[in-house]
Nanobody, 122 residues
């Protein structure tokens, strides 16, 4: 599967952005789609994930209550709504697919999109 992420950009602190990720191939109900991010000089970290079949969602501690992941199965698209953005959210955001069902580590993901830059300024 190929993943195409979009929706990044520049926003002031407190603002919102919505990221989208379109998958070109089949996503099975047993798969998990995730968003991960990597800031300059830091390791890639888990942001959010959603189980494609049942729709259960999971979040990293730093984004709980501010970000929301969702999916549209008919459009093969996963979204990340980001609210109350902070400068520390600045990073390249990647969408990815896990076929194993595990999602909290970047190592669990098999397929990656190209990333979209999110910059949050004061």
């Amino acid at each position: 599967v190929q993943l195409q992420a979009s929706g990044g950009g520049w926003v002031q602190a407190g603002g919102s952005l919505r990221l989208s990720c379109v998958a070109s191939g089949r996503i099975f109900s047993s798969h998990t789609m995730g968003w991960l991010r990597q800031a300059p000089g830091k390791e890639r970290e888990f942001v959010a994930a959603i189980r494609w079949g049942v729709g259960n969602s999971y979040y990293g501690d730093s984004v709980k209550g501010r970000f929301a992941i969702s999916r549209d199965s008919g459009k093969n698209t996963v979204y990340l709504q980001m609210n109350s953005l902070k400068p520390e959210d600045t990073a390249v955001y990647y969408c990815a697919r896990s076929r194993s069902g595990y999602f909290s580590s970047p190592k669990e993901y098999n397929d990656w999109g190209q990333g979209t830059q999110v910059t949050v300024s004061l």
